[in-house]
């Protein structure tokens, strides 16, 4: 996939860096993975592949995010429940770990201009191109 992506160049839309572009998609704060993962799908074109990827990529895995904490926070009900809250805190403590180490190993990759695939989000993304 590496040899037909553009290395260089500017959004139409913003006029950003791709690279900086492509960080944009994983920043997990305030939703601004998600603004910008939907901006770049939408505006675009079909050939600017690296970018297409780093923003389906950063989108799904905020969308992972929102699905592990909603079951988490369902789960952690239940266990807060039952007196076992150190429990509720290792779950809490797992899910943004992860979710954190995610989004810093996409934003490296996304500067240096690297596609790298997250485990199963990358092949799902790779087979949506």
Known sequence: ?????????????????YKLAGLLCYVPFAFINVAFSVLWLA????????LRFHAMQGLCLAA????V?????????????????????????????????????????AYNGVCYKLPYIGDFVEKRL
Do not use: C
Not at 2 to 12: A, I, R, V
Not at 64 to 67: D, N, R
């Open 69 to 109: 904490t909603a079951v988490t926070s369902g789960l952690s009900a239940m266990l807060f429940a039952i007196g076992a809250w150190q429990m509720v805190h290792g779950l809490y403590t797992l899910e943004g770990l992860a979710l954190l180490a995610g989004s810093i190993i996409g934003m490296v990759n």
């Open 43 to 50: 505006t675009e074109p079909q050939t600017n592949r690296r």
């Open 64 to 67: 992972i995010a929102i699905i």
């Open 1 to 17: 996939m590496q040899n037909q992506l553009q290395d260089s160049g500017k959004t139409s839309t913003l006029q950003l860096d």
